[in-house]
């Protein structure tokens, strides 16, 4: 028979195990996930002011990103690995390239057997929360999400009816607004004892811009104000044509008032990320809340002559990243350089939450480099892919960015390749393809990377990027304006 002593002492242990648990759900960290539509790297006032005389848009004014810049690890060297809306958020979801997953473009849903980490955040305790902008064409599973107010596809700037758990529900206001008040909503009546994760998708400053598709707050915003040449605005891209050519050959009046209008909804969607940071504080929960804002994708303001996105060059690929880490003593620094894509997302937010990993993910977490902590085999280059859409002009791009060059192919043209030097020529002025000193070894690294990411051609493409003439070509939206 054992001795009381020994009992009570077994018994204090257990009890004391169940208390480390429970405190250790219970210090898990809640996380908001804030994601633009189409939103560029330096669409932040803060970076604008970094750029001093180098500023295209110094008159920019985002108070609330500045903000949060200010309690946040801000990455200057972010990029997606293909510059469009719905391979952008499929490969946050799952860590993996769009020629894996089969979401190539925006007619695609996400396939719904594809394991995401929201789906790991439930099983780890988490509930889940999806608010705003999915786009997955006209998908209306949110799969892996406990409670959603989203719209269906594109949706609209105003009065926008929203899936509500899936019952249709009608709104009133600008949409990005009213997400955003589900999103508080949903916060505010969450316990503190469980933790959450919350995706808040905007729809800004994805087109169509200005007007009566802003809120009345920012409507006359920046009047009179023009952005700032730079080396690159007055060159074209190497695949436009004379038309296309002569269609951008200056920014004029128009130009710059659809500048105006694209910062205008920046600004919008900057009092929406104040309205979630008060909803934090307000409610207690700011200090053990990870807070992150990055977009889908970069966006052309008539850089080589274009709008949109889609293709390699520097507007197109890189986007902002904020991460405001919980706890007073979380390690951070102001700025950080490191190499992120937009496949380690979820890896990251994984291991934040201490959830199982995503299998075959093929993003890293970068915990240890917002720790402060950057490993000695942290990525210095990535493959990036773009597969052509019938109504754009942007042709199929596979490229290699490394963190002093660039090499940009399309299958099919190789009279187009271009090699760039990004950190001796950051507008991408100067085309060395035709240095195969250079242009060798960085064929040869794309070649090992594509193989590393398994890289296939998708169904309906051929061997040079083109669609296959006997496969239906994937559908594509009407071709939109810069």
């Known amino acids: 028979m054992k001795s009381p002593i020994t009992s009570g002492w077994l018994i204090a242990l257990l009890f004391a195990l169940v208390l480390a648990r429970v405190g250790a759900a219970e210090s898990r960290p809640n996380i908001v996930f804030m994601y633009a539509d189409d939103m ?12 001093g005389n180098a500023a295209r848009f110094p008159w920019l004014r985002t108070p609330q990103l500045d903000r949060l810049a200010q309690q946040s690890v801000r990455f200057r060297e972010t990029f997606v690995v293909t510059s469009l809306c719905s391979p952008g958020r499929a490969g946050v979801m799952t860590s993996r390239y769009g020629h894996l997953t089969g979401v190539i473009g ?26 705003g902008k999915w786009h997955m064409r006209d998908q209306r599973e949110r799969p892996h999400y406990d409670f959603y107010a989203s719209f269906v596809g594109q949706g609209r700037y105003n009065d ?6 899936g019952k249709e529900t009608p709104t009133k206001g600008w949409v990005d607004d009213v997400t955003t008040g589900y999103a508080i909503g949903f916060v505010e009546q969450q316990p503190k004892d469980k933790p959450f994760f919350l995706w808040l998708g905007f729809k800004s400053p994805h087109g169509p811009r200005g007007g009566d598709n802003l809120p009345e707050r920012a409507r006359n915003l920046y009047a009179n104000e023009n952005s700032r040449p730079t080396p690159n605005t007055s060159l074209s891209a190497i695949y436009l ?16 008032e659809a500048h105006r209008d694209y910062f205008r909804h920046i600004s919008a969607i900057d009092t929406c990320v104040g309205r979630v940071l008060d909803a934090l504080e307000r409610s207690g929960r ?11 994708n ?25 991460i405001k880490l919980a706890g007073r003593g979380a390690a951070r620094t102001a700025t950080n350089d490191a190499m992120v894509l937009n496949l380690d997302y979820g890896p990251t937010i994984l291991e934040l939450a201490g959830a199982k990993p995503l299998p075959g993910a093929q993003g890293r977490s970068f915990r240890p480099v917002l720790e402060g902590r950057t490993p000695a085999d942290w990525r210095t ?11 754009f002009n942007a042709p199929t791009v596979l490229a290699m960015r490394t963190s002093t060059h660039k090499l940009v192919t399309y299958p099919g043209h190789q009279d187009w390749t271009e090699v760039m030097d990004v950190k001796g020529d950051q507008y991408e002025t100067r085309n060395l393809a035709s240095d195969s000193a250079l242009r060798g070894p960085l064929k040869a690294k794309l070649d090992d990377y594509a193989k590393a990411v398994d890289f296939r051609w998708p169904q309906g493409y051929g061997p040079n990027g ?15 304006k810069g």
């Open 286 to 296: 700011a200090e053990n809340t990870i807070v992150i804002m990055t977009s889908d």
């Open 466 to 480: 083109e669609t296959a003439p006997t496969t239906k070509a994937p559908k594509a939206g009407k071709k939109k």
């Open 241 to 256: 044509g004379d038309s296309d050519r002569a269609a951008r050959k200056a920014e004029g009046p128009q130009q710059q």
């Open 160 to 165: 926008c009816p929203l899936l509500v758990n």
């Open 381 to 391: 280059a990535f493959f990036y892919e773009y597969f052509r859409e019938g109504n």
């Open 40 to 51: 560029r790297w330096d669409a932040i006032g803060a970076v604008q002011r970094e750029q």
């Open 298 to 322: 970069g966006y052309y303001l008539g850089e080589h002559g274009l709008g949109d996105k889609r293709s390699a060059y520097e507007e197109s690929l890189r986007v902002p990243l904020l």
């Open 106 to 131: 925006n007619s695609m849903h996400l396939p719904l057997e594809e394991i995401t980490f929201a789906k790991h955040l439930r099983e780890a305790g988490y509930t889940t929360a999806y608010c």
